[in-house]
């Protein structure tokens, strides 16, 4: 065992740790431990093995359970010291920003993070042992300083991730399942945010130890750290998220500001997250919304489709947030919100748009925001209209979900803006005569199915249609039926026609 050189003073966790007989002895074996995990020698050598070895042969052989209990040597620091240790085991085993040699790199990373886990089992076991002794104090007073840094080792470890393997992944899920029994946790929500409402949890905790890594300099230090954060923070909800606001949302926003896309979908996902969880009056304070607002409309000139996706889901839940602020006093025009914006923005983006995916994403998406706007859709009509035409005319694959949502805006549109419709009734009655005559003559891309959701689509719009001009669409279908051969084409029209007269559409 190490000890220090002659005339050296004692170091400060030595000197911390007195007890009966030699004070010194495991107090200096346990502090020392740290620095042998952190020093350069142990990234490149069997210097860190050798001392998780070290280390769990001496967690086995003590008796941790007394010291916990407070008939051991080291009473006095050493709880402290033994969150130090766990703190330093789980340094070694974080991933680095770019492994050496590759694959072989996050081979060696599993490796040790596989050994670190197997320690914390035997630490965990020693402070289940010391709980079931009887003497509370003690071993709440260990395990709240084990808790934390054996959390964030369990959360890196035990997701699939580059630098895992199913190796590391279950032991350090055991971590995470034995760390919840000793706390006597049901779930990790639990764990976070408390059983109960008097227990206090370690959500503010966790991010504590996380925030030296989640700062602007240092965040992709460690590439865990942004998914230790991102997971944590998804585990709390309502109501107990609000009151950790000041933490959670300055990362969000970091991590989603970044020029890497993954890094832009987790900050949104953060984000959107807050936003359903966090009450609309906080979100507003110190203009916070907007902020996030701001953050998230930026991204709209990003074209990659997951990233489109993820920002369109967020700016739908905050738009209700984002309206509360806004006060309609009758008889003046109505304000243009931020899904005014939005929405303009995003028909600018559709109209140009020929990547499939893309496509797709804007398409299923548009419902949302013409139901959200509701008679307020018709501002945005005539580019609406164009858009739908284009994109009815475009193949969009064997799913066909592209032209399924233009259609279920189209029905959208059509029951709110009713009024505005007739006037265009040439055009979209063109435009939908085509797409059943395409799809009916399609001999073999699409499968049936999709076809017949097309063209029962197809026909509701015609319904419509047909209700918004009071009948000129069955007067101008009447001889089609005679000329047509197309069986498919024939029932669609016959629908129209033998749909119940006399009831005039209200826009309902």
Not at 312 to 336: I, S, Y
Request: proline content about 7%.
């Amino acid at each position: 065992m190490e000890r220090g050189r002659p005339g050296e003073p004692p170091s400060r966790e030595a000197a911390a740790l007195p007890g009966d007989g030699p004070p010194s002895a495991l107090g200096r074996a346990f502090s020392q431990r740290p620095r042998r995990l952190t020093g350069p020698e142990c990234a490149r050598g069997p210097a860190g093995n050798a001392a998780l070895r070290d280390l769990g042969a001496l967690v086995e052989a003590t008796g941790c359970e007394e010291s916990l209990a407070g008939s051991g040597p080291w009473l006095r620091g050493g709880p402290e010291v033994l969150g130090r240790v766990a703190s330093a085991a789980g340094k070694y085993a974080a991933p680095p920003t770019e492994p050496e040699g590759g694959a072989d790199g996050h081979a060696a990373v599993a490796e040790k993070a596989a050994a670190v886990g197997l320690l914390f089992l035997k630490l965990l076991r020693k402070v289940e042992a010391a709980r079931n002794s009887l003497v509370c104090p003690a071993w709440k007073a260990g395990l709240r300083h084990l808790a934390g840094p054996i959390y964030l080792f369990a959360v890196t470890h035990s997701l699939e991730h580059p630098w895992t393997s199913p190796r590391s992944q279950d032991v350090a899920g055991e971590v995470l399942t034995l760390l919840l029994q000793v706390t006597e946790c049901g779930s990790v929500a639990g764990f976070l945010r408390g059983e109960s409402e008097d227990e206090k949890g370690r959500f503010t905790e966790i991010m504590g130890l996380l925030k030296p890594d989640l700062n602007k300099e240092s965040w992709k230090n460690n590439p865990a750290t942004k998914h230790v954060f991102s997971w944590t923070l998804q585990q709390v909800t309502r109501p107990w998220l609000n009151q950790h606001l000041e933490r959670i949302l300055p990362p969000s926003l970091l991590i989603s500001d970044d020029y890497q896309t993954e890094n832009k979908i987790l900050g949104v996902d953060c984000l959107h997250h807050i936003v359903l969880n966090v009450p609309a009056a906080d979100l507003l304070q110190y203009n916070r919304a907007q902020v996030i607002y701001h953050a998230l409309f930026n991204h709209l000139y990003t074209p990659e489709h997951h990233l489109i996706q993820a920002v369109l889901l967020c700016l739908l839940d905050l738009f209700p947030v984002l309206e509360k602020a806004l006060h309609w006093r009758g008889g003046a025009a109505r304000p243009t919100t931020h899904c005014d914006e939005v929405l303009q923005l995003v028909l600018t983006h559709m109209e140009p748009e020929h990547r499939l995916l893309l496509r797709r994403t804007y398409a299923r998406n548009l419902p949302a925001f013409v139901e959200r706007l509701g008679i307020l859709t018709v501002r945005h009509l005539k580019r609406l209209e164009r858009v739908i035409l284009g994109y009815l005319e475009v193949y969009d694959g064997p799913e066909e979900e592209a032209r399924l949502k233009i259609l279920e805006t189209l029905k959208l549109v059509m029951q709110y803006t009713w009024p505005r419709v007739s006037c265009r009734l040439v055009v979209l009655l063109k435009a939908l005569l085509k797409l059943i005559c395409d799809v009916a003559r399609d001999p073999n891309l699409t499968p049936e199915p999709v076809k017949s959701a097309l063209l029962e689509a197809a026909t509701d719009c015609l319904l419509l249609l047909d209700h918004c001009s009071q009948g000129q669409v069955k007067s101008l279908l009447a001889k089609i039926p005679q000329s047509c051969e197309d069986s498919k084409v024939v029932n669609c029209i016959r629908r129209v026609q033998q749909d119940s007269e006399g009831a005039p559409y209200d826009g309902t």
